[in-house]
C-alpha cells in the first residue's frame, strides 16, 4: 500500500522549532524527490522547500530560506522538515509529497500526498 505518513506536528510559540516527518511505504522511496508544501486558513497550498533524489535542498520561499532545512534518510524511507526561528505566519498545514521527477512546486507534478500535520505557532 503505497503511503505517505506526516508527523511531528503541533503548537509551539514564535521563536520555537519544530521537526516534521514523512514516513514513506510501498514504494521506491530513494527514486523520488520529495517535496514539501503548506496551505494556511484561506489560502492556497504553497511549496515550500524539496529533497532531491540526490539530498540536494531546494526551497521556495524566501522567507524560509535561513530558518528550514530538508533532508531525507533514504535507510529509513523518510524525510524530514526542520523548522527553526518559527513565525505566526508559518501556521499552516503541512503536506509532504513524492514526485518521480525532480523537485517542482507545482503540486499536480507528484504522484502521492501525505494526509497533512498541522503547524500552529503562537505570537
Known amino acids: 500500500q503505497l503511503r505517505l505518513v506526516e508527523s511531528g506536528g503541533g503548537l509551539v510559540q514564535s521563536g520555537g522549532s519544530l521537526r516534521l516527518s514523512c514516513a514513506a511505504s510501498?514504494?521506491?522511496?530513494?527514486?523520488?524527490?520529495i517535496g514539501w508544501f503548506r496551505q494556511a486558513p484561506g489560502k492556497e497550498r504553497e511549496g515550500v522547500s524539496c529533497v532531491t533524489v540526490s539530498g540536494s535542498s531546494v526551497n521556495w520561499i524566501d522567507s524560509v530560506k535561513d530558518r528550514f532545512t530538508v533532508s531525507r534518510d533514504n535507510a529509513k524511507n523518510t524525510a524530514y522538515l526542520q523548522m527553526n526561528s518559527l513565525k505566526p505566519e508559518d501556521t499552516a498545514v503541512y503536506y509532504c509529497?513524492?514526485?518521480?521527477?525532480?523537485?517542482?512546486?507545482?503540486?499536480?507534478?507528484?504522484?502521492?500526498w501525505g494526509q497533512g500535520t498541522q503547524v500552529t505557532v503562537s505570537s
Open positions: 510501498g514504494f521506491t522511496f530513494e527514486n523520488y524527490a
Open positions: 509529497a513524492a514526485a518521480r521527477a525532480t523537485c517542482t512546486n507545482v503540486d499536480l507534478s507528484y504522484d502521492y
